[in-house]
């Protein structure tokens, strides 16, 4: 499945719980918001505010690119 970074920047706004700064912090912790989205689970809770409750919503996001496709072709 090919993701582009807009698109990815876009899936983890759309994931619950994580908010603009966790975000941020995903984002330059894993070098992209691509890469924090396939970041193995002990990188992700290096990061100050990312938590074990946050690991289900972030390593759920496949089922968001499905909206998110259907929504760039409207």
Do not use: F
């Amino acid at each position: 499945m090919t993701l582009t970074s807009q698109q990815a920047v876009l899936l983890l706004c759309c994931i619950p719980n994580l908010g603009p700064r966790r975000i941020k912090k995903l984002i330059d912790h894993c070098n992209g918001a691509i890469n924090a989205l396939e970041a193995p689970i002990d990188k992700l809770l290096e990061i100050n505010g990312i938590d074990p409750s946050h690991l289900k919503h972030i390593r759920s996001w496949k089922p968001y690119l499905a909206d998110l496709k259907k929504r760039e072709k409207e």
